[in-house]
């Protein structure tokens, strides 16, 4: 005979979307389109604007062109065409993968850790993926030393090694936040990061001191960039970025079951620590997949999911796919204010992000103890 068992906690009512608990409301069809919107002003933007200015509405109906049968004159010249196409295009798709990926990380490992200071950088999951690359680079695997693009050489090394860097740092951090019996509070996990970050940058400074014709091209590549980005870094990013979204998205339940505590999760039929390992092996993948192809751009995980939270509540249901949909849209303005604020020149991309999410952290910070996941 099965006894009869109590029903789950309030909380845990709340948190798979029963009645109570209005805070974890679902995704709003109203959200998503918003979302949707803002991936449109800001690729527009993107590929409008730059050292040649060309017409958003001529951009609209080239891009239109690009769907089979259909043929618009959009009064752009060959040349114009030409940038669109081969130069302006793959890097604002591939700033809306990156950023949607470092976004979508940001917010998974929030709910994973239940911490609100998570992020992929703050974890050191970017240093690993980016001691990963380092090694790739400086040993000449994948492009090697002075090849001017790391991604052309073996395809699938780069991002394999910086996933597996990136996965080997969140467990050293997972772990070294919880050394001596202490909680993985989000003090102790931010210091945990810190002090694996230095550690991987400790390793990664020995292996451009043994390599030091390797120094500027991994040091261009730490700042972060789009500049080189073609279609082959797109191509490169997108099975892994795939993977990612598949993976977290359907889970994605599960992190507001995991946010009201292990127990009640299991009882709810939940297994805990499963969905843990699964969530941070697929956002460390998309993460390193972003690091591999674009270097070291910080902060996205954290600005943007936390922003999301702000306006739509803390349902995960609702960050997750909307930190993607921002995050994407984030970094490809972030990306068009690098190269127009000091034209000609260009700033890399991870010192402006870094000048945006400087002082949001900083406020985060401030509020931590305040934030409710």
């Known amino acids: 005979m099965i006894e009869a068992r109590p029903g ?3 909380a845990a009512r709340a948190a798979v979307g029963e009645p109570r608990g209005t805070r974890r409301r679902p995704l709003r069809p109203a959200w998503l389109a918003a979302g949707v919107v803002a991936v449109v002003v800001a690729a527009l933007a993107g590929l409008a604007f730059g050292p040649v200015g060309l017409p958003p509405g001529s951009v609209a109906a080239e891009l239109l062109n690009l769907i089979p049968g259909v043929r618009i004159d959009s009064g752009l010249t060959e040349r114009e065409i030409a940038i669109l196409t081969q130069l302006r295009l793959p890097r604002v798709v591939l700033a809306l993968l990156v ?14 850790f239940r911490n609100p200071l998570a992020d992929p950088h703050l974890l050191g999951v970017a240093a690993g993926a980016g001691l990963g690359v380092t090694a790739m680079i400086t040993l000449g695997v994948g492009g090697g030393a002075g090849s001017g693009d790391v991604t052309t050489g073996l395809p699938l090394t780069i991002p394999l090694a910086a996933f597996v860097g990136a996965l080997g740092a969140v467990v050293l951090t997972y772990l070294l936040g919880a050394a001596g019996g202490r909680d993985r509070t989000p003090a102790t996990l931010i210091l945990a990061g810190v002090a694996v970050s230095a550690f991987l940058a400790a390793g990664e400074t020995y292996l451009l001191q043994r390599n030091a014709d390797s120094i500027r091209e991994v040091y261009a590549w730490l700042l972060g960039r789009l500049a080189t980005a073609g279609w082959h870094d797109v191509l490169l990013v997108l099975p892994y970025a795939a993977v990612t979204a598949v993976v977290v998205l359907l889970h994605r339940r599960e992190l507001d079951v995991l946010s009201v505590g292990d127990a009640e999760a299991t009882s709810l039929g939940l297994h805990p620590r499963r969905s843990r390992y699964l969530l941070i092996a697929a956002a460390s993948l998309g993460t390193a997949a972003a690091v591999s192809a674009t270097g070291l751009i910080g902060f996205v995980g954290i600005i943007v999911p936390h922003t999301v939270r702000l306006l739509v509540g803390a349902s995960y249901r609702a960050i997750l796919p909307l930190s993607m949909l921002f995050g994407g849209a984030f970094l490809a303005l972030t990306d068009l204010a690098a190269r127009t604020v000091a034209a000609p020149a260009e700033i890399p991309i991870g010192v402006v992000t870094a000048f945006f999410g400087a002082p949001f952290f900083v406020l985060v910070l401030r ?6 996941l």
């Open 99 to 112: 950023g949607g990926m470092l976004a979508l990380a940001g917010g998974c490992y929030q709910g994973v």
């Open 367 to 372: 509020t931590a103890k305040r934030v409710v």
């Open 8 to 10: 789950p906690p309030a």
